[in-house]
């Protein structure tokens, strides 16, 4: 497999493939500590809310081995970032268009080959999401939970973190330590606070928080917002549908369009060298080439 993949790559080079993307462009990545907190279901209606604001928006599903982002939209993809590896195809061949015009890079599911991928096919994918990310304005990256090397090269790669919690204290607890280890890779972290039965719930749960990383981190995290527990979810994951589409003046929908106008009207500036994506991708390249080794 390593071999085929510097071969793709080279195929790839010689057919101006590969391009050097000079847009601005914004990129988060989409985490949690661990599973079950509904952090895909919201990367989802996060990008369509995002979308909605007249931004083009990709997303791409980097639960490398378990990814289901296609599920929750009821997409039934023909190709997944796998067979960039396997049998040679393209972005372009992968790429889907999704509702609302959203682009999703659709992951693989059940692929134990994909979950461990080596430093040579790692690259070969960041090439591939390097040939089509100039024709984007925000890319999220929705991770599998947990701590891997994957997971951390995805949030070094990152302009911003967004960790995704609950209430349940053991989700508040996982979420603190991927806030702790997200520290040494990414500059800003963001928590959202998801399916919480009320406002003071979330504000409790940030509160937590907020105070454990800034007294053992000494570091402060931003509260982008909170997503209400919401029936219209349940409903809309049943029928395989975002919720922002089929329910779009429910709770939940109300929330995250909150939560989109503020990462994209109410951030910080921030210098070309950082929106770049010449610098997103140099970061991750040299973060690979520095923890994980050529194997």
């Not at 609950?166 to 996982?174: C, G, I, K, L």
């Not at 606070?193 to 979330?202: G, R």
């Not at 329910?247 to 500036?269: F, H, V, W």
Request: overall charge positive; hydrophobic content about 40%.
């Amino acid at each position: 497999m390593y071999e085929q993949a510097f071969k793709l790559k080279k195929i790839m080079a010689e057919k101006n493939l590969i391009s050097n993307p000079s847009k601005n462009v914004k990129v988060y990545c989409v985490t949690s500590g661990k599973g079950g907190v509904g952090k895909t279901n919201l990367s989802v209606n996060l990008g369509l809310a995002i979308q909605s604001l007249g931004k083009k928006v990709l997303l791409i599903d980097a639960d490398l081995g378990l990814a289901n982002i296609d599920v929750v939209l009821g997409l039934y993809p023909k190709y997944n970032l796998s067979h960039i590896l396997s049998i040679g195809k393209t972005i372009q061949d992968i790429i889907l268009e999704g509702p609302m015009g959203i682009s999703i890079l659709p992951g693989a599911s059940g692929i134990y080959n994909l979950a461990n991928v080596s430093y040579a096919e790692l690259e070969l994918l960041i090439d591939s999401f390097k040939s089509i990310a100039d024709n984007f304005d925000i890319i999220i990256i929705d991770t599998g939970a947990g701590i891997s090397k994957n997971i951390i090269s995805f949030i070094q790669s990152s302009d911003e973190t967004i960790v995704v919690t609950t209430p349940e204290p053991s989700a508040v607890t996982d979420a603190y330590a991927m806030i702790k280890i997200s520290r040494n890779y990414c500059d800003k972290i963001h928590v959202i606070v998801n399916k919480a039965d009320n406002y003071k719930e979330a504000e409790y749960t940030m509160d937590k928080l907020s105070k454990s990383t800034k007294k053992f981190l000494n570091m402060q995290i931003n509260y982008l917002g909170l997503v209400l527990e919401d029936k219209v979810v349940y409903k809309a994951n049943m029928k395989q549908t975002p919720f922002f589409i089929n329910y779009p003046d429910s709770l939940a929908s109300k929330c995250l369009m909150n939560i989109s106008r503020r990462l994209i009207y109410g951030e910080q500036s921030l210098s070309k060298s950082d929106l770049t994506l010449d610098g997103w991708f140099s970061k991750l390249v040299s973060f690979i080439k520095t923890n994980v080794g050529v194997m």
